[in-house]
């Protein structure tokens, strides 16, 4: 399997998401860094345990009044199992905040989501994919853990809540499964709002030489997403994604995006919303319809925002059709057949930061997931190397060296 490279998007024909350092719709509160599971490339490692609840709260009242958020995304470690998540979302849902906790879900009980329920939570997203070391799970390939999915999205409904979202960090391996665990979705209509596919990432540890102060360091296994990967298995890109996605679902079209800080082709974020009834994909929002929402909503709530209070959309998404092309297309081909129900799949594409061959990093360029520290905010995925030296440590590639000292 080789996705066409020549798919591409295109940024004239997205929207970029109006996001800034103060102005983010996401707070990301890691409660603990404590996990039950290990997943290949996770980036937090286990120093200090379980946050105490008054420094949740800190964190939290920090996000609220320096980056004017609308949801505070719950992480870890594995948020479940910290002793007081239920008193956190409750604290989040008295600041008249979303809540949306992010778990690879082995914690989760009906009576646990019940009690988060009645706390205020807006929402569950579940990270399963093949190369965790899951229990009972461990080996199985994405169809296959499709089983397991479907029991989180079961309950997920059975207890109320607004649809589940899953993720799935993209390998080389996995790679071909992507529509088929996006298929899973579409067929879980109702249960599952989307799927997030974030690409795997690593610190390489082959060819590029680490410094601290301009000193060299040798982080060994220091950092838990250092690794001897080849390229090309750290190197997937989510136009890769993107790509592969729009072979087999012609009908998909992302529609927001975030750039990166270095590259200017960079596509870190991709956002598309499809439009289905049936089994039909009817189209994808278009960039009108996501600048139409974010600014309305800023405009009537004061913030951005990312993750709604419901079930999605309905044939009143239609009414986009005045001002988006896309909805007008999705329109024409729901009325050749009407009277069926409508509803919406977000498809979210990530990928994450990518060392250059002169040694700068692209970063997601005003990243939605930066978190609290020491008084400031940093990047939740490099947040280790802050916890472990104070700063970011500083990669340059051999070859860029011995063209420095030459």
Same mark, same amino acid.
């Given at each position: ?205 082959? /060819? %590029? ?6 000193? *060299?360091?040798? !982080?060994? =296994?220091?950092?838990?997403? &250092?690794? @001897? ?114 509803? /919406? %799949? ?6 994450? *930061?990518?060392? !250059?061959? =002169?040694?700068?990093?692209? &970063?997601? @360029? ?41």
């Amino acid at each position: 399997m080789i996705p066409d490279k020549s798919i591409i998007p295109d940024k004239r024909n997205l929207y970029r998401w109006p996001w800034s350092l103060n102005d983010n719709p996401i707070g990301w509160v890691e409660v603990t860094d404590i996990c039950n599971i290990h997943c290949k490339g996770c980036y937090r490692q286990k120093l200090a345990g379980h946050k105490p609840l008054e420094e949740i709260k800190k964190e939290v009242l920090f996000l609220k009044q320096w980056r004017n958020v609308d949801n505070i995304s719950i992480a870890g470690g594995e948020a479940l199992i910290h002793p007081e998540i239920v008193d956190i979302v409750d604290f989040i849902t008295h600041q008249g905040l979303k809540s949306f906790i992010l778990s690879n879900g082995v914690r989760l009980t009906e009576d646990l989501l019940r009690d988060l329920k009645r706390a205020g939570l807006t929402g569950i997203g579940f990270h399963i994919d093949s190369l965790q070391k899951r229990p009972h799970w461990t080996g199985k390939n994405e169809i296959e853990l499709c089983e397991l999915r479907q029991y989180y999205a079961d309950l997920v409904a059975e207890v109320g809540m607004p649809p589940a979202g899953f993720g799935m960090t993209v390998y080389r391996d996995n790679f071909p499964y992507i529509p088929d665990v996006l298929r899973w979705i579409m067929k879980n209509r109702g249960k599952v709002g989307g799927g997030t596919f974030i690409t795997y990432r690593g610190a390489e540890t082959s /060819g %590029v030489d680490y410094y601290l102060n301009g000193r *060299p360091v040798d !982080l060994g =296994d220091s950092l838990s997403y &250092m690794t @001897d990967d080849a390229p090309e298995d750290i190197g997937i890109k989510s136009t890769d994604v993107y790509a592969w996605i729009k072979q087999n679902f012609p009908g998909y079209e992302a529609s927001g995006y975030l750039g990166g800080t270095q590259s200017h082709d960079s596509f870190k974020w991709l956002d598309g919303y499809m439009l289905c009834a049936g089994d039909e994909i009817l189209g994808s929002l278009g960039k009108k319809s996501m600048e139409f929402v974010q600014v309305m909503h800023h405009l009537l709530f004061g913030t951005y925002f990312v993750y709604l209070k419901g079930s999605g959309p309905s044939t009143a998404a239609f009414l986009l059709a005045l001002i988006d092309k896309d909805v007008r297309h999705a329109l024409g081909r729901y009325l050749r057949n009407p009277f069926r129900r409508v509803y /919406g %799949v977000s498809v979210a594409i990530v990928q994450a *930061p990518d060392l !250059l061959p =002169d040694g700068r990093v692209d &970063m997601c @360029d005003s990243c939605p997931d930066m978190t609290y520290f020491e008084g400031r905010l940093v990047n939740s995925c490099r947040l280790d190397e802050y916890r472990k030296f104070g700063q970011l440590v500083t990669a340059i590639p051999r070859r860029e060296r011995e063209r420095e000292l030459a």
